[in-house]
């Protein structure tokens, strides 16, 4: 799998909702993905935290509410780090 | 139309079928389940607590709060507004359970950070306003409310409400008893939202601002009853709240009290560590424990360990003695 933010996104996201990376589409969220509860959703945060070195806001944790809008705030976060 | 691929979907889509009987009800469900589907579980677990009442109770409340809103209800930004306080906790919570410790380290920075902050503080206010009808918890507190402290409430002389808040007990109060409420806050934005939550629901709220850590301005054993929900783990020495509203009740007089153990907000100062706790303190403030809800907020989890995040409410009544006050 690539190394891509995406690639590393989607390995983050199997890893804690327990479900196969291929599996994982923009529109994946706890509506699809049975797994994606509360806890979940706190666990994605502090995953994605510990894997881009990235500290999340309320709003960007609120804003990640599906695969596609994760990535969209994980870039931003990155972005926003700088180099 | 795909099938519904998992329950909480097949729970939203079983919920919109209800639109007819509490339209404000399901309107608020798709605003916020929209936001953030999994929410839907807390919600859902709300509903399955007494479908029938948080249906009826459930669209009553809204109901105030759409007439309560100049222009009526702004039900999005009602919806952003509760999803930010749940998953405020959320954050929090965690947050508490890798410290050990709240963040907020003085009620004086509460004080400053979220009761004089009108654009908080009025989130805030429409947050934990809906969470007494979509967190399973608070809806059950709401009808231990209802149907275990209203019929307790005997005599003449008005409630007392220590930390008003959102109004919404004592708007229920008067409907369902027709007593006047003398109701408290230190935060001029909550006495603003009380009085149009009162307004709303046509009930008789006497609303005065105060300390409630320097104490309460009410005439010793003149109260009928108390109600302080959700308010002595917000200051540092909850045992004074205590001793004051003793003080102000009539002999016998019910107190309702709310509080939370172990349970992150973004203005809880005091940290109870467990429902044992929470028995002593009442006790040592001269309050005896006649009936009592303590629920995990995670589901399955113990509610009588240490560390463990709990809803508690009690109804207490004066153990008797002098009833001594600081005012």
Request: hydrophobic letters at 45%; proline letters at 5%.
């Amino acid at each position: 799998m690539s190394d891509t933010t995406e690639g590393r996104l989607r390995r983050v996201f199997a890893g804690v909702l327990r479900v196969e990376a291929e599996g994982l589409e923009p529109g994946s969220s706890p509506e699809t993905v049975e797994t994606w509860d509360s806890l979940a959703h706190l666990m994605l945060v502090s995953a994605v935290e510990s894997e881009f070195g990235v500290s999340l806001t309320i709003d960007e944790v609120i804003e990640m509410a599906s695969f596609a809008k994760a990535l969209a705030v994980v870039e931003h976060a990155v972005a926003a780090r700088g180099p | 139309m795909t099938a519904p691929t998992t329950a909480r979907a097949a729970w939203r889509a079983a919920i919109r079928t209800r639109r007819a009987a509490a339209p404000r009800l399901v309107r608020l469900v798709e605003e916020v389940v929209a936001l953030q589907p999994y929410l839907a579980d807390s919600i859902a677990a709300a509903e399955a607590v007494d479908p029938a009442r948080f249906r009826s109770i459930g669209e009553h409340r809204l109901e105030i709060m759409d007439r309560a809103a100049p222009g009526g209800a702004d039900w999005p930004a009602i919806a952003r507004r509760f999803v930010r306080f749940s998953v405020e906790h959320l954050v929090l919570q965690r947050r508490l359970e890798r410290t050990g410790r709240y963040d907020v380290r003085s009620s004086d920075e509460a004080d400053e950070r979220v009761y004089r902050n009108r654009e908080v503080m009025e989130g805030y206010l429409d947050g934990i306003h809906v969470s007494l009808i979509f967190w399973p918890n608070h809806f059950r507190f709401l009808l231990f409310f209802l149907d275990r402290f209203l019929r307790r409430l005997e005599g003449a002389g008005p409630v007392v409400e220590a930390g008003i808040g959102h109004g919404a007990h004592a708007a229920l109060l008067s409907r369902e008893t027709g007593r006047p409420i003398l109701g408290f806050d230190i935060s001029p934005h909550a006495l603003q939202y009380a009085r149009r939550t009162a307004e709303a629901a046509g009930a008789r709220v006497a609303l005065s601002h105060a300390d409630l850590r320097r104490g309460l301005p009410v005439r010793t054993g003149s109260a009928a009853g108390a109600i302080c929900g959700e308010m002595i783990e917000h200051v540092e020495d909850p045992a004074s709240v205590l001793r004051e509203l003793r003080r102000a009740l009539a002999p016998g007089a019910p107190l309702f009290v709310t509080t939370a153990a172990f349970a992150a907000n973004v203005d809880h100062v005091h940290l109870f560590r467990s429902a044992a706790d929470i028995r002593t303190l009442l006790r040592s403030s001269g309050l005896s424990v006649e009936e009592e809800v303590v629920l995990p907020v995670r589901p399955g989890g113990d509610p009588e360990a240490r560390d463990v995040a709990l809803n508690y409410a009690a109804i207490c009544r004066s153990t008797g003695g002098p009833r001594r006050g600081v005012s």
